[in-house]
């Protein structure tokens, strides 16, 4: 990538990532036309190949920008007074969904990225999906209670399995074409929360889940 990019005014550098997350969003990696996000973002071709060598590298950093930019989002001071495991995943999910609520792009994209098969940037995406799945558990829990859980139950694995469920419920949607609410899934999401709560707390900790 050119650092030359990093030159750009900031309102430059966001209709180009803009534009790259609803051409990327909306298509296949293969269909996905760069000539239509240099169009997008008002900018040539050229000058877009410029900054970016390939498709491939404009296409892996969109994905980074928007990992970033939802952490930074989500990673307000407030969560850090929540101590509570299940609080805490509840708080930063509000928050992630009220974003993709606000940019249907931006859930276009992030979907699409997620469960990307077979195509040329799949590996890549599934190694970073991989590392940042344990980044974001390190950087959201590191403060959370632990002592509520039963002996046994991996907080870990309880934080990836309401990943999944929330993710796998989000992509459903999309792909049946079916339009989703905050309030929907958040409604959905407190009783997945509530029911895994009741199996990983210990009995002196369920009053909270009423």
Known sequence: MNEKYFTLPKEKQMKIMNA?????????YKRASTDLIAVKAGVS????????KNKKELYLYTYDYLLQ????????DSYLNISDFFDIM?????????VLEQVP????????AFYSD????????QNINNQMVDTLFQTYFGHA????FKPGFDPFKVYQMLIWMADGYLHEHQMNGREWT??????????????MKKMAYKEEYLDECN
């Open 20 to 28: 790259a997350m609803e051409v990327f969003g909306r298509n296949e």
């Open 45 to 52: 071709k050229g000058l877009l190949f410029y900054y970016f």
């Open 69 to 76: 930019m939802m952490t930074q989002l989500v990673a307000d």
């Open 90 to 98: 509840s708080y930063f999910s509000k928050l992630k969904l009220e």
């Open 105 to 112: 792009s931006i859930m276009e994209f992030a979907t699409r």
């Open 118 to 125: 077979k195509e040329a940037v799949s590996k890549d995406l």
């Open 145 to 148: 209670d632990y002592s509520k």
């Open 182 to 195: 905050l309030d929907e899934i958040t409604a959905e999401f407190d009783i997945w929360t509530s029911m």
